[in-house]
């Protein structure tokens, strides 16, 4: 069974950083895609960021290229998403997901396990 469980989101005032963990269990994660995603109430899920450990494959969401990093740490068996420059419109619930199958890289139909999501708060 393959669990997701994000930490590190919380408030904070615009133009700071925030970076969020997403510790994986019952998988590797050297294998397969993973990705972040955020939300809103009455919003669609949308994808953030996407890195394959296999490849420089990675994938990011116009509105936060150049502010937002994607990474692994592979004996940790985590996902990061350094986010930097923030802005009161990243404002939402951050959700980890794995188990890609082949649709999309930030396309949230494409994932098969989700974490709980973490809230991050950005104010002006």
């Known amino acids: 069974q393959v669990q997701l469980v994000e930490s590190g989101g919380g408030s904070v005032q615009a133009g700071r950083s925030l970076r969020l963990s997403c510790a994986v269990s019952g998988s590797t994660i050297d294998r397969g895609r993973l990705a972040w995603f955020r939300q809103n109430p009455g919003k669609e899920r949308e994808g953030v960021a996407s890195?394959?450990?296999?490849?420089?494959?990675?994938a990011y969401a116009d509105s936060v290229k150049g502010r937002f990093y994607i990474s692994l740490d592979i004996p940790k068996n985590t996902v990061y998403l350094e986010m930097r420059s923030l802005k009161p419109e990243d404002t939402a619930m951050y959700y980890c997901?794995?188990?890609?199958?082949?649709?999309?890289?930030?396309?949230?139909?494409?994932?098969?396990?989700w974490g709980q999501g973490i809230q991050v708060t950005v104010s002006s």
């Open positions: 997901a794995a188990g890609y199958a082949g649709t999309g890289y930030l396309r949230q139909s494409a994932y098969r396990y």
């Open positions: 890195i394959y450990n296999g490849n420089a494959q990675h």
